[in-house]
């Protein structure tokens, strides 16, 4: 859109018969928690905090017209999930896609965890991750019913693939 | 460090981790005394978030002694006990500014519908969260509190969003007095709301969950009537009946997108994710609040859509009312009344767990075992 298009258009509210007539500042949905005292809504302009500066990469939505002066630098977008979400970064916070792709890079991010524990020797203790221990202690029953139903499962898995091969 | 460290959904564990360090001249760190799990985490947990990502530490509900300052830092001294709100605020934007400290501008570059709050995904800013020995403070003037000597720190760490969230809650439904107040969910944030809601002049309360233990808890500590919505035919018919066939003046959702008793909503939202989690709870909300009633928000959904009754919030005239609790904003007050006996944060607690445990709480938590309400974790040497 051009600039012209977007371009304020300042109002001479003095010549609009009426304005102002019916203002009531007691029609107010937003108190208390909205405090208009100390600014009265229409002031945009704000002293900014000093930026924030870092090597890590961090996603911006495309709705910002600045970069916030302070943001999270943990676990940076990488792989395969975090090509999905850069790519998610190219729409705006009110298209379902940016949201169901990013959803979507959660969940190749599981494999990718569970690649990278491999990767450095370690073999995550997914049932500890789950809270067995706790399961076990306060609902026993419920554990060994899980307990069954992942071993019939897996019986059920393993004797389709024998089937397979044979 | 010790953390913890998100696997995936429903698999969480501890992790050495790299300390935090200051990034921004008006960070602090802090070392955790007290971490909470909040309801909210759940939806984390759960996996219902966008972009949460494996590698995260979670946590917004947390107390700690200051241990670093930035140069930009006046108001604090190293060896505070500080209280540390949930929300990450500048202090100066256009929402700041307007006491919406839940709404900075300053603090998210990921989504500006969304403030910054600690170890909450990186649609909420991607910090670190505070379920750690040590956590970055961003903004260490403006949120984190000194908190008095007086106060036991179990009380202070619920100040820093349940006791704020189920205030806001009530304060936002304009309770006028001898009005009735509806509460969906009891959990923590319910049981607060349900509490407060007295505080504004309620003639009523009525609170529906499907957990008898914490119906039975919210009965004796807020007190109120409480209600199992599957001993109910139509919880909504009820809610009705029971109000003189009008509906509820205030109806607060305190449960948001992890909400049981409609398969659909069940299906779409938590299954599927085609909704911002199951909104059947704010369904009913807006169905058995009375015509020109008030609609009070604090479940937490997520940032795509839900299928409710918009319709009837037309003909129905009601008003909604939604934030994240401006905790900041808050604080002062919630003090006096904690002071004064008014409310009794801690007794929230049921669980406490050693940081080390953080796997065996969430799940505790998750699936209310063993009569929890609040469980909150406590790093070694803390």
Request: with cysteine; glycine share 10%; proline share 6%.
């Amino acid at each position: 859109m051009s600039e012209a298009r977007t371009a304020r258009t300042p109002v001479d509210t003095s010549k609009i018969a009426g304005w102002g007539v019916d203002a009531d500042p007691e029609n107010d949905p937003t108190y208390p928690y909205r405090d208009r005292s100390r600014d009265h809504g229409l002031s945009t302009d704000w002293q900014r905090p000093t930026q924030q500066r870092s090597d890590v990469e961090v996603l911006q939505s495309i709705e910002y017209k600045h970069f916030p002066a302070v943001y999270g630098t943990t676990v940076p977008p990488r792989g395969v999930s975090g090509a999905i979400r850069r790519a998610a970064f190219r729409w705006s916070e009110s298209h379902w896609l940016h949201w169901l792709m990013l959803m979507g890079a959660d969940r190749v991010n599981v494999v990718e965890g569970l690649v990278e524990d491999l990767a450095r020797g370690k073999v995550p203790n997914v049932p500890a991750e789950m809270g067995a221990r706790a399961e076990w202690e306060h609902n026993r029953q419920g554990f060994l019913t899980k307990a069954a139903v992942f071993a019939g499962v897996s019986a059920g898995v393993v004797l389709l693939f024998r089937r397979s091969k044979g | 460090m010790l953390a913890m460290d998100y696997r995936g959904p429903y698999r969480v564990r501890l992790e050495e981790k790299p300390m935090p360090r200051i990034e921004h001249p008006q960070d602090a760190i802090v070392r955790v005394t007290r971490s909470c799990i909040c309801g909210s985490d759940l939806h984390l947990y759960h996996g219902m978030v966008p972009d949460t990502r494996v590698g995260s530490t979670f946590g917004h509900e947390f107390t700690g002694v200051v241990e670093e300052l930035g140069p930009e830092v006046s108001n604090l001294q190293v060896g505070d006990h500080v209280l540390v709100p949930f929300n990450i605020a500048c202090g100066q934007c256009h929402f700041c500014k307007q006491s919406l400290f839940g709404n900075c501008h300053e603090v998210n570059p990921h989504a500006t519908a969304v403030g910054g709050i600690y170890g909450y995904s990186h649609t909420a800013g991607g910090y670190q969260g505070g379920q750690a020995e040590y956590v970055r403070v961003p903004y260490a003037d403006v949120g984190p509190m000194v908190f008095p000597d007086w106060m036991d720190p179990d009380d202070a760490v619920l100040l820093t969003d349940v006791v704020p969230t189920g205030y806001q809650a009530a304060e936002m439904g304009g309770i006028q007095k001898g009005d009735t107040v509806v509460v969906f969910g009891a959990g923590p944030v319910g049981i607060m709301a349900a509490r407060c809601a007295w505080l504004f002049g309620a003639g009523r309360v009525i609170v529906i969950d499907h957990f008898d233990y914490r119906l039975e808890f919210v009965k004796a500590y807020a007190p109120a009537e409480v209600y199992n919505f599957k001993e109910l035919d139509d919880v909504v018919t009820f809610l009705k009946h029971t109000t003189d066939g009008l509906g509820a003046d205030v109806v607060i959702d305190a449960v948001g997108g992890d909400a049981k008793g409609n398969a659909l909503h069940t299906l779409f939202g938590n299954k599927l994710k085609l909704e911002a989690g199951s909104a059947i709870a704010l369904h009913w909300a807006i169905n058995s609040a009375k015509k020109g009633g008030i609609v009070s928000i604090v479940g937490v959904y997520g940032p795509t859509g839900n299928m409710v009754p918009i319709g009837n919030v037309l003909n129905k005239g009601l008003t909604i009312r939604a934030n994240q609790a401006s905790v900041a904003r808050l604080l002062p007050r919630l003090i006096e009344h904690v002071r004064a006996g008014h409310i009794d944060p801690k007794a929230l607690i049921t669980h406490r767990v050693p940081l080390e445990d953080v796997a065996d709480a969430y799940h505790i938590f998750a699936a209310k075992l063993d009569g929890c309400i609040k469980p909150v974790l406590v790093p070694g040497g803390a």
